[in-house]
């Protein structure tokens, strides 16, 4: 079948490295003729960009290719393809036994997209889901549907092999982009008009291109364009190093923001985990960070019952939440992912007991975000305003350097503006002011 125009569909569930990967997806297909639709109804192909990360990721994705299928239903010409980190554990299921759907494709696999649509349309359903130890896309531009904030993938994969993680199975080992292209890149954003860059990598701070490491690219970015604001995500707390702290402090736009998951406040399982640091060690670097950027934020993500977790290791968890009293944090309760090596630990904390102290966390988390919130009514903020608000259309919504989401009356703001705002009341998620001129 010939590449006219056609529609094309797309679903994102898992982290921003899947966003991006998305981008990169409509990219090479719009390289054969497919424009981005927002309704299922009118695709003529339909992607899902799975995530495999927890269980209940999965059983959405799951939900969400079955009821898509009635679009195929309604009109047999539709093709359903399933993209991402659930490819390959899928790809038995979907297509060898049930016919599903029409392709399944592995994150490493994109570029064959346009050559297994083509094929699924004569009839052929297609499977693709190696993974590659060089594929990053360096080549392709992603197709950015919005125009202030860009995610631009600098690593892929990860190596650290955390016990309880699929990613580095279903992404396969970490590799980096060269300094060089991920810098033209930015070039070409910085003219666009874009006005804030997140660096992304399931560990972005091991990066290394065989020259240059995350702190080298950190500053070469930072320099593209001093109106760009640069965040980063995730860190390892083993990559982050007193030169990447440097670096931080040493440039204004850089964002004093640190995302360092922390997973347990147990030394004990922070060693099942395998994630190779000690609580002193992690919260040594927090303070370091705090004495080169007194004003930075920290946010963090958290598992529930991991394999053999006691109240007294929960309790760990809470006193380090205590202590650092993170700006906010992403809690999971812990879900057994298979071929890890924590599956073969079994799952032995029972559900209660995982939804308690899961809740307890949140519960927590949420008086500390309420409580740090609180604390910054009555302070002047510049915020980056990023979009109208979802509230009201009178309000913008824009957010601070340490990535507070902050509304206002528009006024006279537009998007893409860095605006100062007092802030005059708050709540766990949100501060909302008014604009103000003078600068603090
Ligand atoms: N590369 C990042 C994040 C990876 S996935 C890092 O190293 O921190 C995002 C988060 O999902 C993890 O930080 C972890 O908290 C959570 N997660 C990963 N696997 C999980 C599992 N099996 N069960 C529950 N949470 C999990
Ligand atoms: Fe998963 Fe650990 Fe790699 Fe993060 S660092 S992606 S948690 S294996
Ligand atoms: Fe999910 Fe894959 Fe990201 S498993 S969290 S979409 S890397």
């Known amino acids: 079948m010939s590449n006219k125009t056609k529609q094309l569909y797309i679903e ?7 966003m991006a990967d998305t981008e990169v997806v409509l990219s090479i297909m719009d390289g054969v003729g497919y424009k981005l639709t927002k309704e299922a109804a009118k695709a003529d192909l339909i992607f899902v960009n799975t995530c495999s990360v927890r269980d209940n990721a999965e059983l959405r994705v799951k939900q969400r290719v079955s009821e898509l299928k009635t679009h195929k239903r309604n009109n047999p010409d539709v093709l359903i393809g399933v993209l991402g980190c659930m490819a390959e554990r899928l790809r038995t299921e979907l297509i060898d036994k049930n016919n599903v759907v029409d392709l399944v494709v592995g994150p490493d696999e994109y570029r064959k997209l346009p ?16 993974l590659s130890r060089v594929e990053n896309y360096d080549d392709i531009t992603p197709l950015r549907t919005e125009g202030i904030s860009a995610w631009l993938s600098v690593t892929r994969g990860c190596d650290k092999f955390c016990t309880f993680c699929v990613v580095p199975f279903t992404r396969g080992r970490e590799r980096s982009r060269t300094l060089k292209s991920v810098v033209d890149e930015v070039h070409k954003l910085s003219e666009r008009g874009f006005k804030e860059v997140t ?16 702190p080298d690219l950190l500053s070469a970015v930072a320099k593209v364009d001093r109106t760009i604001r640069i965040r980063y995500a995730t860190s390892h ?11 931080m402090a040493e440039h204004s736009n850089i ?34 960070i705090k004495r080169a950027m007194p004003d930075v934020s920290f946010s963090t993500d958290i598992i529930a019952g991991f394999p053999t977790e006691t109240d ?11 202590q650092v009293k993170y700006d906010g944090a ?6 057994p992912r298979e071929n890890t090596k924590a599956w073969e630990m079994g799952d032995d904390v029972v559900e209660e007991k995982k939804v308690e102290r899961l809740n307890e966390i949140i519960a927590l988390q949420e008086d500390i975000s309420n409580e740090l919130n609180r604390a910054a009514v009555g302070q002047t903020m510049e915020v980056l305003v990023e979009r109208d608000s979802s509230r009201s259309s009178d309000d913008l919504m824009g957010r601070t350097d340490t990535n507070k989401k902050t509304l206002f009356p ?12 007092k802030i005059e009341r708050a709540t766990a998620h949100t501060l909302f002011g008014k604009l103000v001129q003078n600068v603090n």
């Open 410 to 421: 528009r006024e006279d703001a537009l998007v893409g503006e860095y605006r100062n705002v």
């Open 255 to 288: 964002c004093k923001y640190v995302h360092l998951p922390v997973q347990s406040g147990s030394n004990r399982i922070l060693k099942l985990m395998n994630r190779t640091y000690t609580i002193e060690h992690y919260l040594g670097l927090l303070e370091k």
């Open 237 to 247: 707390p083993q990559d982050m190093s007193d030169k990447l702290i440097e670096v």
């Open 199 to 214: 660096l992304l990598g399931q560990n972005v701070n091991s990066y290394h291109d065989g020259e240059f490491d995350f």
């Open 12 to 18: 994102t569930y898992g982290c921003q490295m899947n």
């Open 312 to 322: 007294d290791d929960h309790r760990l968890t809470l006193d380090v939440m205590k």
């Open 330 to 335: 992403y809690m999971f309760k812990y879900s």
């Open 115 to 130: 050559k297994m649509v083509n094929d699924a349309y004569a009839g052929q359903r297609g499977i693709a889901v190696k």
